[in-house]
Each structure stands twice: as structure tokens, then as C-alpha cells.
């Protein structure tokens, strides 16, 4: 519910605070040079920004000194959406910019990573260092043949080796993209198959819990159903040698080569993300290295906050898109804190652990991490020096109000908290973290800057106090260029323009208050997401449906009011099967060692048959909304369903967990 406009803010930034934010700065320059609001604080420079677009643009590109290598003939040549055209005519190149720290003398030497394991043993890699291993790797990948627009794939953890090859992919115009090494074979040949990779960094295992998970069986799987592999490198995280066949990390960036940055243009490809694939393959999502670029510097140097002088910390994996955006912080100087290892092990603590031993000044963590430290009952302000720490934001989920009021209590009562909301389909953030404005309870402070985001009602009309459609209005930079084999733009304009022509509309209920703050309701469609990893359940279902007893199946998450997340898997058995503990145990052990152990369900239930729309599609999201005890009458539309009396099991199943 939309808090009333006069309650008093969790957290007031002072006037000093203000005055030192770099979103301060660029209002008052952008000012003098732009024409931008000089008064009126965020809410002018935010009105400002959508109503002057191609301005806004262009100042957050002079702003932040990008170096154009060929000149720009407009900021925006259409922007018609889908298909907006960004700075036409400009060659640039992602990589010379996050690599720009160590031309700095006084910088050269200082920490660009960090990296932090289970053992809480920091190991730093200087700007220099980090530079060298690029320009050696990115020589190395010349010469194996990679050029521009040929696809770079790595199933690899959260280290140093994943931020190196992603930088040198993109220093010679290569196509990044990568899957954590908890993913199954499935999981990643779904991805990676879509993008056929000519080169494949690759870990032996990896370290989770305290225990060490070998992964050479499943390498040698992606190694022979990916035909396209011109190179495999081998990372011995394990220290296991390297099979027949594979490259040596080592040998590859051990060169004292400076690194050459091809220069692309605006447009070119810089990664390949992947949608959670609810109704099939995952949408294999291709995002600009310009519009990666000019995205990041505003939400990373602006709504961040963040400069040369800041650690940046946010627990993710190289799985999720808060990866690509953590080493995005490299293109405002600041040093990276690389954690990998689960968020809780030992103990809950973990990640506050890291926090203080690296100095973080921005923790960014999930909404469900918050929580669960809550439930727990401890005290990381008390336990641990958290005195650096200027911002904890939240994302993956809403963060619920008593998360708002623990971080306050339990880390420190000048606390800036920001919880933000974006997408992988954007690599972004819409609404969230505003240094200058206040924070209220349960709300994201603002929409963010260039972002024209709007709550709309079914037919297209925004409202103000009222839940309603996410949708964005106008172009953003880092929106798709396209999806990967989607020759005609139908996958793409399906996915977002389908409902309201022309206007991005995002799958998440939202409020946009009276005063202008932003409330999430969660997804309005039935994307499955768990400490913000999210995964289809179109995958769920092609695992779970290999057993020989299951007929069909259903899985539906569910945001609960106190921050959890329950995860039901409903079962139609074949005949003269029996949910025993033997299935249920085979189930479960099916989704982890194939998917993902973050995506075990909670509970496996048996059920009389799996509702189907009229066209035979399985019906999540009206079972979803009566899960949340919404009324059938409400929930779906009966002249769409197959057999209506099946969802009465769902409604009476509702009632009994209420």
C-alpha cells in the first residue's frame, strides 16, 4: 500500500551530503552547459532528463568524458521503439573505458579488484596488473581468430579470471556471455547453443559451503555439444590439470602486451544475457557496448555514487546480471570487491564479514539476504566495523518494510538504503537509488534518470497512487538492440511492446506515489526468482518431466508479505506411480544436479491435473495469483481454461495456507 504523503522519511540525507554527491555536480554543470533545471533538486533534473532526452544524453556523455573515436551525427537518430538508434555514426569501445583508471600514475598501483573467498583471505589486482592480464589475453584471442562479433562464452564463478576475459572480449569487439558453474549442462547448452561460442573459458569446479564441486564432467559435455569451439581455456580453480585439447590461462595472460581496443560502432554487441525461458528457450538478449557504456556511467557514477575513492561490493554471480553491472564500476575508478563463495557460509554473517574486511562502501545484496539475517537475529553493526559502509542497496526482490526498518536498526541509523528495481532486459536499473533524496519506508526513491517510467492501468492510461503496469515510454540505451535468431524483431517486440505499442512494458506491478517514489508489487508474470537468480520454469519443467512418473508439471514462486519466497512444485503422477520420499528425494535431486540447487522447490505436491489455456499452454500466472488468495472469479478468465475445476484445487489449497 502507498504510504501516506506525510509520513516521516527512514533516512534524510544532510545538506553536506547533498553538496558532495555527483548528481549535485552534474545538475549545476549541466546547468551552465545544457540548459538543465539549476533549482528544484532530483524531481527537476528527472523531469528535465525525459522531456530533453537527447540532451540529457549527450551531457551525461560529456559528463563523463566518453571518447568517441568517430564523432556522433545525432544523440538519437529514431526512437521508435523497438529500435531506437543511439548516437549513429560514433565508434567507441567499452573496455578502453573501464581500463581508463590505470593511465593514471597515482592510480596505477591501487586495487581495481578484490577478490575475496570462503576463507575471507582478500587477494588485490592493481589497475596496472589488471590492464596487462587484458592486453595479454585480448592479444591471445587475436590470434586464436576471434573477431569482432564472434561470441565469447565462460561457465565461471565470481573471480578475477571472469572480469579479465570478459574485458579482453570486449577490447577486440567480441560477443561476451556467461553461466555461473552451479548451472547444469542443460541449463548452459540452452544458453550457449542459442550463440554458438568460438572460444570457452571454463573452471574445473568451484568452491561453495566449504565444500569443493567438480564440474570437468560437465565441461566435457558443453566441449562436445557446443560444434562451434574453436579454443577451450582451462581454469584450474581446483588445480586439476588441463584436459587434452584446452588452452592454459596462465600461458594466455602472462605477456606484458598493451592492450589494443578495436574501435565499434555505438550499437555493436557487447554481451548476450538470457531471459529466465518461462514459455521455452531462454531469450538470449544482446545489449550494446555504447549503450552498455553511457547506462552504467549514469547509474553507477550518478545514482550510485560512486568515484574513484569507493569499494563496490554486490554478492551475485556471473549467472545474473548484477555481475555485468559490478564490473560496470570500473568505469568510474572504483575498485570492484569480487566475492565467491555462498552468501552464508560459515553463517549468516558472511557477506557483512566481507563488507567490513574490504572496506566496502556500497553492499548490494538481495532483498531475501536482508531477511534472512533478520529472521536470524544478528546484529552486524554490533559485530562488525561497518563505519565505511555510505549505502546498502537491495534488488531481486522487493524489499520488504521490516527490511527497511532492520538495515536502520541493526547497521546503522544514518544508513542510505536503496532498494532498486531494473531487469536483465536492461541491465539496469528504472527506479531506485537517489543519493540526494530521502527514503521511505517500503519504496524505491525515484525513477531513475532518462527513465520516462510510468504505473499504466489495462488500457494505456497512467495513474498516480494506483498499482498498475510498469512501462517506460521512451527509449533507454541499454535496452536490446535485438534477441539472438530473431531475424524478423517479433521475438523481441513480443516480449515488451506486445501489450502497449511502442511503450516497454516490463512484467512488474507497480506504485508510483504523490511524492514520486516507486513501489514494487512484484512480477506480474511468472518468472521464478530466487536470491535473485531467476530461471524459468519452462527449465524446471524439462528436467522434472524426464522421470518416468511425472506426467506434467506446475511450479510457481510466490513473494510472501514477510520476504520469503515459496517455491511449490505441483506434480500430475503417471499411472501407478506414488509420491513417495523416493520421488520426492529424485525430484529434487533431478532440479539440482540439472538446474540449479537455488531452484529446489520448497514443497512437492501431488495434483488432480495441470491447468492448460485453450491453446495448451500450462496456466501459471492465474495460479499464481490464487496461491496469493485472489478469488477464482478474479484470478482467471474461465472461458480461456481448459477444465475449470482443476484450479479449484490451487483456491482450496490457498485457503488452507491462510
Not at 575475496?116 to 592479444?139: F, M
Not at 557504456?293 to 545474473?320: A, M, N, V
Not at 561497518?386 to 541509523?413: K, M, Y
Request: glycine share 8%; aromatic share 10%.
Amino acid at each position: 500500500m502507498t504510504a501516506a504523503a506525510n509520513e516521516a522519511p527512514l533516512w534524510q540525507p544532510g545538506p553536506d551530503r547533498i553538496a558532495a554527491a555527483a548528481v549535485t555536480r552534474f545538475q549545476s554543470w549541466a546547468a551552465e552547459r545544457y540548459g538543465a533545471p539549476a533549482d528544484g533538486g532530483y524531481p527537476a533534473l528527472h523531469r528535465w532528463s525525459v522531456d530533453e532526452l537527447d540532451t540529457f544524453w549527450q551531457a551525461v556523455a560529456d559528463w563523463f568524458d566518453v571518447r568517441f573515436s568517430t564523432p556522433y551525427e545525432s544523440v538519437i537518430g529514431d526512437r521508435t521503439m523497438p529500435g531506437a538508434q543511439w548516437f549513429p555514426g560514433a565508434t567507441l569501445n567499452y573496455a578502453e573505458h573501464a581500463l581508463r583508471a590505470a593511465e593514471d600514475p597515482l592510480r596505477a598501483d591501487a586495487p581495481a579488484l578484490l577478490h575475496v573467498d570462503e576463507t575471507h583471505t582478500q587477494v588485490p589486482i592493481s589497475w596496472s596488473e589488471l590492464r596487462r592480464r587484458v592486453g595479454s589475453l585480448a592479444a591471445e584471442l587475436r590470434a586464436l581468430g576471434v573477431e569482432p562479433g564472434d561470441r565469447v562464452s565462460a561457465y565461471l564463478p565470481n573471480v578475477p579470471q571472469a572480469v579479465v576475459a570478459f574485458l579482453a572480449t570486449a577490447a577486440v569487439g567480441g560477443v561476451w556471455t556467461s553461466c555461473a558453474p552451479d548451472f547444469g549442462a542443460r541449463s548452459v547448452l540452452d544458453r550457449f547453443q542459442q550463440v554458438e561460442p568460438v572460444v570457452l573459458f571454463a573452471v574445473d569446479g568451484y568452491r561453495y559451503g566449504g565444500k569443493e564441486h567438480d564440474r570437468a564432467d560437465t565441461v566435457a559435455e558443453l566441449r562436445r555439444e557446443l560444434p562451434t569451439l574453436r579454443a577451450v581455456v582451462h581454469i584450474p580453480l581446483l588445480g586439476t590439470e588441463a584436459p587434452e585439447g584446452a588452452l592454459e590461462w596462465s600461458a594466455l595472460t602472462s605477456a606484458d602486451t598493451e592492450p589494443v581496443f578495436e574501435q565499434v560502432p555505438f550499437d555493436h554487441p557487447l554481451w548476450v544475457l538470457y531471459s529466465s525461458g518461462t514459455t521455452g528457450l531462454p531469450k538470449a538478449i544482446v545489449q550494446s557496448q555504447g549503450g552498455i557504456l553511457l547506462e552504467h556511467f549514469k547509474q553507477i557514477g550518478l545514482h550510485c555514487d560512486l568515484g574513484p575513492d569507493d569499494r563496490f561490493f554486490w554478492y551475485t554471480s556471473t549467472g545474473w546480471m548484477m555481475w555485468n553491472f559490478l564490473v560496470s564500476g570500473l568505469l568510474t575508478g572504483t575498485t570492484l570487491v569480487l566475492y565467491d563463495g555462498s552468501p552464508g557460509y560459515p553463517d549468516v554473517s558472511a557477506q557483512w564479514r566481507v563488507a567490513e574486511q574490504t572496506g566496502a562502501t556500497l553492499f548490494g545484496t538481495s532483498a531475501a539476504y536482508v531477511m534472512a539475517c533478520r529472521k536470524a537475529g544478528i546484529h552486524p553493526g554490533r559485530d562488525f566495523d561497518l563505519s565505511r559502509i555510505q549505502c546498502v542497496a537491495t534488488t531481486g526482490s522487493p524489499l520488504p518494510p521490516d527490511g527497511f526498518r532492520w538495515l536502520h536498526d541493526e547497521v546503522a541509523d544514518d544508513l542510505w538504503t536503496a532498494s532498486v528495481s531494473g531487469g536483465t532486459d536492461v541491465c539496469s536499473c528504472f527506479a531506485g537509488a537517489v543519493p540526494t533524496l530521502p527514503v521511505h519506508i517500503g519504496e524505491l526513491q525515484a525513477p531513475c534518470l532518462g527513465t520516462d517510467l510510468q504505473s499504466w492501468d489495462p488500457a494505456g492510461k497512467p495513474h498516480i497512487g494506483e498499482v498498475g503496469e510498469l512501462v517506460v515510454t521512451a527509449p533507454l540505451p541499454s535496452m536490446p538492440i535485438r534477441f539472438w535468431n530473431d531475424p524478423d524483431g517479433s521475438r523481441y517486440h513480443d516480449s515488451y511492446f506486445d501489450m502497449y505499442p511502442g511503450v516497454w512494458r516490463h512484467g512488474d506491478w507497480i506504485t508510483i506515489t504523490e511524492r514520486g517514489s516507486v513501489i514494487i508489487h512484484g512480477r506480474s508474470d511468472s518468472t521464478l526468482n530466487r536470491q535473485g537468480v531467476r530461471m524459468g520454469s519452462a527449465d524446471i519443467y524439462e528436467a522434472v518431466e524426464r522421470l518416468p512418473e511425472i506426467r506434467e508439471s506446475l511450479v510457481i514462486g510466490i513473494e510472501e508479505p514477510d520476504g520469503g519466497y515459496w517455491m511449490p512444485l505441483f506434480v500430475h503422477l503417471a499411472d501407478g506411480a506414488a509420491l513417495d520420499d523416493d520421488l520426492r528425494n529424485s525430484i529434487k535431486q533431478t532440479i539440482r544436479e540439472n538446474l540449479s540447487p537455488r531452484h529446489v522447490p520448497d514443497e512437492v505436491i501431488e495434483v488432480p491435473g495441470i491447468p492448460h489455456t485453450l491453446t495448451g499452454k500450462r496456466i501459471e500466472v492465474p495460479v499464481k495469483r490464487l496461491l496469493q488468495g485472489t478469488a477464482l472469479a478474479k484470478a482467471v478468465n474461465p472461458g480461456s481454461v481448459d477444465n475449470l475445476e482443476l484450479l479449484r484445487f490451487y483456491e482450496d489449497l490457498a485457503r488452507k495456507r491462510a
